[in-house]
């Protein structure tokens, strides 16, 4: 029987993935995105910055800003739950994992936001659910909210062609 990996080295392989898929993609860095990772669950995290103000006066995010955000929030999400079981079973290399080497991104078919509120100038936080997940298909359920998990700001639902899988 096979002895079961240190979990620092679990956790590494985890997180080399996660920055992996992060890193890969310049406008996730420029609009300042993040995950907190606890186990398979994903937390979106936009850093406030002046930049994405959209409205000085009130002051309020862009709402460019919060429909990238979440709609990353989704994709980062869905790439996460497809690498899941090779990062468990240890079938990705952490020494030569990059984001050339992952696969490819899901692409976006439709992202319908619902704006529920002005996001204040202070860091948001969001999480996706991911309702349907086929081999061409999925369908993701992302909501966002900032000082209190039960006043979202905002919501979205999007639908994304998954890349095909080698093998």
């Known amino acids: 029987m096979k002895r079961p990996e240190p979990i620092q080295v679990v956790k590494q392989r985890r997180d080399a993935a996660l920055a ?9 860095r420029f609009l300042g995105i993040t995950f907190d990772r606890r186990g398979d669950e994903l937390t ?21 800003v919060t429909a990238a955000f979440l709609e990353v929030t989704a994709i980062v999400t869905l790439s996460w739950a497809m690498l899941w079981d090779d990062l468990e079973e240890g079938r990705l290399d952490v020494a030569t994992l990059s984001h050339e080497t992952l ?6 078919i439709d992202f319908s936001v619902d704006y529920l509120r002005s996001g204040l100038p202070r860091d948001a936080y969001a999480r996706a659910r991911i309702n349907r997940s086929g081999r061409r298909y999925a369908s993701v359920h ?26």
């Open 44 to 64: 979106g995290v936009l850093h406030y910055d002046d930049k994405l103000i959209g409205n000085p006066i009130l002051p309020a995010l862009h709402g460019g």
């Open 20 to 28: 992996a898929l992060v890193e890969g993609v310049p406008y996730i």
């Open 142 to 167: 992302v909501e966002g909210w900032q000082d209190n998990r039960d006043k979202l700001f905002a919501q979205a639902t999007g639908h994304f062609l998954m890349p095909r899988r080698e093998g």
């Open 103 to 108: 696969p490819r991104l899901p692409k976006t």
